[in-house]
């Protein structure tokens, strides 16, 4: 089966940094997406994540391990518009096929 | 960028009623969309795979006679929510891949709420 692990919840201050982990089980992998879906919105795209390593996007970077199923997502310099969902997907086979969808991280930036 | 566009945005209709979702891809040509349902504070869950010119392959446990989905062109996928009861009231969200595009990401829609009173 499909099995996509993230922490439910997560609470920040304003300016800190933070480390969104996810682990996943597929039966295949062929790319690791990180979304973002404030409240009420659909989600939109943040990172790409298909080699070992790092990927870094101003503020965000993320990271993939293949061999340990694991990616993480960090937030530095945190602003209270960075509190959203955090979404961990994985398009388990071929370019143009559906995604698997984590059960997303909600994150709190407090001031 | 690409854009996917999804009408309306909300939607608010009697028990029995039947409700037509949009879902465009407004500057490219996507030949698969996506069909997810949202609950509140949950991820999101595909119902189906709409296909242009051929039949939606629907997940397991969604209703293919309950939510109809159409993929006529290539630029527009509707979902047909028939016989809507208070149950399926939720988020439905579409979502396209641009061909070609650098990493294959999903490109989403607005999102469409659906109220049945």
């Known amino acids: 089966g499909q099995n996509i692990d993230q922490p439910t919840e997560m609470t920040a201050t304003e300016g800190a940094i933070v480390q969104i982990n996810c682990t996943y089980q597929t039966s295949g992998f062929n790319g690791l997406f990180w979304y973002q879906q404030h409240a009420g919105e659909a989600p939109t795209f943040l990172s790409y994540?298909?080699?070992?390593g790092l990927e870094e996007k101003g503020r965000f970077s993320s990271f993939l391990s293949r061999s340990k199923g694991y990616s993480y997502l960090l937030l530095k310099e945190l602003q209270m518009k960075d509190s959203a969902s955090y979404l961990c997907?994985?398009?388990?086979?071929?370019?143009?096929?559906?995604?698997?969808f984590g059960p997303g991280t909600r994150l709190s930036v407090l001031p | 960028g690409a854009v996917v566009s999804q009408h309306p945005s909300w939607v608010i209709c009697k028990s029995g009623t039947s409700v037509k979702i949009e879902c465009r891809s407004l500057?490219?040509?996507?030949?698969?969309m996506f069909w997810y349902r949202q609950f509140p504070k949950q991820s999101l869950m595909l119902m189906a795979t709409s296909n242009e010119g051929s039949k939606a392959t629907y997940e397991q446990g969604v209703e293919k006679d309950k939510f109809l989905i159409n993929h006529a062109s290539l630029t527009l996928s509707t979902l047909t929510v028939t016989s809507a009861h208070p149950e399926d009231s939720s988020f439905y969200i579409c979502s396209a891949i641009l061909a070609g595009g650098p990493d294959g990401e999903l490109f989403f829609g607005e999102g469409s709420r659906l109220t049945v009173l």
């Open positions: 997907a994985v398009r388990p086979s071929g370019y143009g096929q559906n995604f698997v």
């Open positions: 500057d490219f040509q996507a030949t698969t």
């Open positions: 994540n298909v080699l070992d």
